[in-house]
């Protein structure tokens, strides 16, 4: 899943970016971890946010951005 750490970072990485692409980062962000069982790889958040905040994204192109397992932590 991602965490809140993460999803800081994202916002602090697109700080300098425009309200809208913020709004639409924070969107993606908030329906594909409604969408993803296991969440989504970190680093594919790149990758998502550039292409479904300049092009529409289905549920089924979100599917694609999905961690397929549960993380363990390897420690």
Same mark, same amino acid.
């Given at each position: 899943?991602?965490?809140?750490? @993460?999803? +800081?970072?994202?916002?602090?990485?697109?700080?300098?970016? !425009?309200?809208? =692409?913020?709004?639409?980062?924070?969107?993606?962000?908030?329906?594909?971890?409604?969408?993803?069982?296991?969440?989504?790889? =970190? =680093?594919?958040?790149?990758?998502? +946010?550039?292409?479904?905040?300049? @092009? /529409?994204?289905?549920?089924? /192109?979100?599917?694609?951005?999905?961690?397929?397992?549960? /993380? @363990?932590? !390897? !420690?």
């Amino acid at each position: 899943m991602i965490h809140r750490k @993460t999803l +800081l970072i994202i916002l602090i990485l697109i700080g300098s970016a !425009s309200t809208k =692409e913020v709004e639409c980062a924070v969107k993606f962000i908030a329906k594909i971890t409604k969408i993803c069982t296991y969440g989504i790889a =970190e =680093e594919k958040i790149p990758i998502l +946010l550039s292409k479904c905040c300049s @092009t /529409h994204c289905s549920k089924a /192109h979100l599917k694609m951005f999905c961690t397929m397992k549960k /993380h @363990t932590n !390897s !420690s």
